[in-house]
C-alpha cells in the first residue's frame, strides 16, 4: 500500500489535445464540424442582457404611481442616453413642476403604475467565444459551443496569470538558467510568446506589457516581483481574471528556478512557431493547470512515457503551501497513516527539499516530475 500514482505535470512533444469552447449562455455557432479553425476563430457567440437600473419615478416626481404612465416621455422600448429626461411632471400653472432623468444609456424596459419605477437596461454586451487553439471543429453543440481538436505539442506549468491567448514563440535567452531582463525583450517581439529561463522580473513584465507581448514562459518568479507588477496579492488557488494584457507560465514554482531541461529543449526546438498560451490555474477542486499548446500539423504521434508510482529517489515538487512549488526528492514512504493539520488521517511522503531541508507532506500534495 506504500505505492501512488501521482502523474506531473505534462511535457509532450506530441499528444491529441482536445478543448471545448462553451457560451455562458445560449446564442449561435457559426461553425460546423470538420471546419477548420484558427486561434481567433469566433466558433461561439451570443449576447449578455445588460445592467438593469430601477429609477423610483413618481418618488422623484411626487406623484401617485398610478400617474406615471401619462407623465412619461418615453415608452416601453425607446433608447435613452444617461441624463436625458424619461418624465415630466407640472401641477398649478408650472407652480409645481418636476423630472426624472436616466440613470444610464439604454432601453427602457418597463413602466410599472403600481410600484411607480421605470426600468431602464443598459445595452446588451457581446459574448464571443474563440477556438483559441488551431485546429478541427470535431463537434458542435448546437447554440452551446463546439469541441476542437488538434495535434500539438502541449506543455503545463504549476501556476500562472492572465486569461488565453495565441502567438509565436521566440527563444528570448541562450540557457535555461538565465533570467528574462528587460532589454531581451524588442519591440519587434509584438504579438509574441516569449520564451525565458530560471526567472521574470517585474520590470521585465512591465517591459513586456509595453511591447505588446501576448505571454511569458519561464521557469519561476519571485513573489515580490508578481506583487510588484500585479499590484495587490494573488492568491494561488484559483488565478486567470487579471486585468493585465499578457499571460504568464511560470514551469517550476516560485524563486529563481532554472527551467526544466525537458521543457526547455522542447521550447528550443518549437521556437518560431504559433503557439496558444493560458495562465489560469486552478489547484483546488478541478485542477486547471497553465498551458502551452502548439498545433504540429503533419506530425507523427509517437508513445508517451506513463507516470510510475513514488518511490525513494523520485524527483517531486510540492503542489500544496506551505512548501508550495518546491522541489526535491523522496526519501521516505511510510506505510502508516499519520494525522496532518486538518486532523484527517493520510499517507504522507517525506521529501527532502533542495536546499538541505526535509518535509513531510500528504502523498496528495505532490507530483511526480518527469
Known amino acids: 500500500m506504500s505505492d501512488a500514482y501521482l502523474p506531473g505535470l505534462t511535457v509532450s512533444e506530441l499528444t491529441p489535445v482536445c478543448k471545448v469552447r462553451r457560451l455562458p449562455l ?136 492572465g486569461g488565453e491567448g495565441s502567438g509565436k514563440l521566440r527563444l528570448a535567452v541562450n ?80 524563486g529563481r528556478i532554472p527551467m526544466a531541461q525537458k521543457t526547455f529543449t522542447l521550447l528550443r526546438k518549437l521556437d518560431g512557431q504559433q503557439a496558444s498560451i493560458n495562465g489560469s490555474t486552478q489547484i483546488r477542486a478541478g485542477v486547471l493547470r497553465p498551458e502551452i499548446v502548439v498545433p504540429r500539423k503533419g506530425a507523427e504521434m509517437t508513445k508517451e512515457v506513463a507516470a510510475t508510482g513514488l518511490e525513494i529517489g523520485t524527483r517531486v515538487r510540492v503542489i500544496r503551501n506551505p512548501w508550495f512549488g518546491k522541489l526535491g526528492k523522496v526519501t521516505g514512504l511510510p506505510v502508516e497513516l499519520q494525522k496532518i493539520e486538518s486532523e484527517a488521517l493520510v499517507r504522507v511522503v517525506q521529501v527532502g527539499l533542495e536546499g538541505g531541508r526535509r518535509v513531510t507532506v500528504p502523498r496528495a500534495n505532490v507530483e511526480i516530475l518527469s
Open 26 to 161: 445560449k446564442g449561435e455557432v457559426p461553425v460546423k464540424a470538420g471546419e477548420r479553425v484558427e486561434p481567433d476563430t469566433v466558433v461561439a457567440q451570443t449576447f449578455v442582457p445588460g445592467c438593469p437600473h430601477l429609477v423610483a419615478a413618481s418618488n422623484l416626481l411626487n406623484i401617485e404611481p398610478g400617474e406615471l404612465p401619462s407623465v412619461m416621455l418615453k415608452k416601453v422600448g425607446d433608447r435613452v442616453q444617461a441624463g436625458e429626461v424619461i418624465a415630466r411632471y407640472s401641477a398649478f400653472f408650472g407652480l409645481l413642476k418636476g423630472r426624472c432623468q436616466s440613470p444610464a444609456t439604454g432601453v427602457v424596459e418597463h413602466v410599472s403604475a403600481v410600484t411607480g419605477q421605470v426600468m431602464i437596461r443598459e445595452p446588451a454586451v457581446p459574448v464571443a467565444v474563440k477556438a483559441y487553439i488551431s485546429g478541427t471543429v470535431t463537434r458542435v453543440m448546437p447554440g452551446e459551443g463546439v469541441e476542437v481538436e488538434t495535434t500539438a505539442a502541449f506543455i503545463q506549468g504549476i501556476f500562472g496569470i
Open 175 to 254: 540557457d535555461p538558467g538565465e533570467i528574462l531582463s528587460p532589454r531581451q525583450i524588442k519591440e519587434e517581439d509584438r504579438g509574441c510568446i516569449l520564451v525565458g529561463g530560471s526567472l521574470v522580473t517585474a520590470a521585465s513584465l512591465r517591459r513586456a506589457e509595453e511591447v505588446g507581448v501576448t505571454g511569458i514562459i519561464c521557469g519561476g518568479i519571485l513573489d515580490k516581483d508578481l506583487h510588484d507588477y500585479l499590484g495587490y496579492e494573488i492568491g494561488v488557488a484559483i488565478t486567470g481574471h487579471e486585468d493585465i494584457p499578457l499571460s504568464l507560465v511560470v514551469t517550476e514554482g516560485f
